[in-house]
């Protein structure tokens, strides 16, 4: 027969883990770019965008033509997603250190 105050417990625990989790996410800071370098996307544990720098060298460069704007827009969007995938990785193994190993469907 299940406690509940053993319960109650385990749920207060298991509230201060994801408390915890969170806090660490949204200390941790990754970062990546695109283009080599020409734009750079810094993003924390929970993939919100802290700041996104352009190189100046990659905006003189353009021309004012379409394909040069697509071409950094591409960038741009090349150094978020890349952010974004290394958030992921932080945020899975954090999950899966704050579990113990306990094999959960969805984040091994």
């Known amino acids: 027969m299940l406690n509940?105050?053993?319960l109650s417990e385990m749920l207060s625990q298991a509230g201060q883990m994801q408390e915890e989790v969170q806090r660490k996410l949204s200390?941790?800071?990754v970062e990546a770019s695109s283009g080599g370098g020409?734009?750079?996307a810094t993003m924390?544990?929970?993939k919100e965008?802290?700041?996104l720098r352009?190189?100046?060298s990659a905006v003189m460069s353009l021309t004012g033509g379409q394909a040069?704007?697509?071409m950094l827009q591409d960038l741009i969007v090349g150094a978020v997603n890349e952010a974004g995938r290394k958030a992921e990785e932080i945020i899975k193994s954090s999950l899966q250190g704050a579990l113990g190993g306990l094999k959960i469907p969805g984040l091994s």
């Open 4 to 6: 509940p105050l053993k």
């Open 68 to 70: 040069d704007v697509e």
């Open 27 to 29: 200390e941790t800071i």
């Open 49 to 51: 965008l802290l700041k």
């Open 38 to 40: 020409a734009v750079t």
């Open 44 to 46: 924390n544990g929970k």
């Open 54 to 56: 352009i190189d100046p």
